[in-house]
């Protein structure tokens, strides 16, 4: 509660502040952030979301009433076609908002190399060993990139927020009391405690078959680029594994995201660092109830 509070007030100071700038230098906040890449702007972070809802013999039970714990499962697989046709996969996790159906993944999931995009997307979380999750797969129905990623696909801001359909569910509540939900954060500092969670066709996760089958998961420290990117040690394969968050304080469910698996370079797998005020707006373009891609 506590949090939240702290929270709505961190993001109403973040809009001040944008709009307080906005009002004499740039008109709009892509313009803004277009021009310079400046680490001093507000970092704020959002705590992870608990799974609130289970399905026990096709019923919707409160976890809070199950006398075991239910495990989060925020993180899934990302299917989509292009237009040529070719099917392709990548990772994408439910982060913790208010509208409670926003995914992240990379931004080369959702447009391709002649910057189009997907078609029949959809997602389906806690997919493992082959198999979609108890609650099945979820349409995506709409996402945002920043503007640099759209345009000329800067590999710095390989990144970009989804929304899900939630109607399957028949529920009033959104897909995160579901499955929970990651937090997220923008302060990347160097040698970061970090897992990284997805579904690598190709890569070189450990103790996993690195097909796009199976959930796999890198434990180790990430490396920063000062200016550019978050990097991991390791190949994250030719698809599947694109899109995986980078998280800290990972309890095997739910975790922190601060990047994702956004491009290799040959030896490292490099992560974007986010904007926290594009990021917000983003967010707040996504979360609009007049939303439509
Ligand atoms: C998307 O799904 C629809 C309905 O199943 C199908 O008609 C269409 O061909 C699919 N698009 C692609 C690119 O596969
Ligand atoms: C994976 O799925 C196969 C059947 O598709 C099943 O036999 C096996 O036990 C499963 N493995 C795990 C670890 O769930
Ligand atoms: C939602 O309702 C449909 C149709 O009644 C049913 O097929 C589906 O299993 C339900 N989903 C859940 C998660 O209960
Ligand atoms: C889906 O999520 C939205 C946004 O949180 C919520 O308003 C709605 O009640 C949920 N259920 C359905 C069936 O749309
Ligand atoms: C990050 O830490 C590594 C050692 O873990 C070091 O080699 C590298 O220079 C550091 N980078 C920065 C930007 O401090
Ligand atoms: C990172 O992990 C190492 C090894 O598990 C541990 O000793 C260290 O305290 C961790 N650092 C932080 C900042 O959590
Ligand atoms: C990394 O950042 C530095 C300083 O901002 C910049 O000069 C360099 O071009 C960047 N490298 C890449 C690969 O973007």
Redesign the pocket.
């Known amino acids: 509660m506590i949090k939240n509070i702290i929270f709505y007030f961190l993001t109403a100071l973040i809009m001040l502040i944008f709009k307080i700038d906005s009002s004499y230098s740039s008109p709009t906040i892509h313009k803004a952030i277009e021009n310079t890449r400046d680490f001093s702007e507000p970092h704020f972070s959002v705590p992870p979301f608990e799974v609130k809802n289970a399905i026990v013999n096709n019923k919707i039970v409160e976890t809070a009433n199950l006398d075991f714990e239910f495990k989060a499962f925020p993180i899934g697989k990302l299917s989509m ?3 040529s ?1 070719i099917p392709t996969t990548c990772t994408a996790s439910i982060i913790n908002t208010q509208d409670g159906n926003i995914g992240l993944t990379a931004g080369r999931c959702l447009i391709d190399s002649n910057f189009q995009d997907y ?2 997307m959809t997602f389906s979380p806690g997919f493992d060993n082959g198999t979609d999750g108890v609650l099945g797969e979820f349409p995506v129905i709409g996402y945002v990139l920043p503007k640099e990623y759209k345009e000329s696909r800067n590999k710095l801001f390989n990144w970009g927020l989804l929304k899900f359909d939630n109607r399957s569910l028949n529920s009033s509540q959104p897909l995160q009391y579901f499955t929970g939900a990651l937090g997220y954060d923008f302060e990347v500092v160097n040698s970061t405690n970090t897992t990284v969670q997805g579904y690598p066709n190709g890569g070189q996760f450990p103790n996993c078959m690195n097909i796009g089958y199976e959930l796999c998961t890198w434990e180790g420290v990430s490396t920063l680029i000062p200016g550019n990117f978050t990097t991991i040690p390791i190949y994250v394969g030719d698809d599947g594994g694109y899109g995986a968050p980078y998280m800290t304080n990972f309890n095997g469910g739910l975790g922190t995201l601060y990047s994702n698996c956004g491009n290799y370079d040959g030896v490292n797998t490099l992560g974007p660092i986010y904007n926290g005020i594009e990021f917000q707006a983003l967010l707040d373009e996504i979360m609009a109830p007049t939303f439509m891609h």
Request: hydrophobic share 15%; aromatic share 0%.
């Open positions: 076609v292009s237009q046709g078609e029949n």
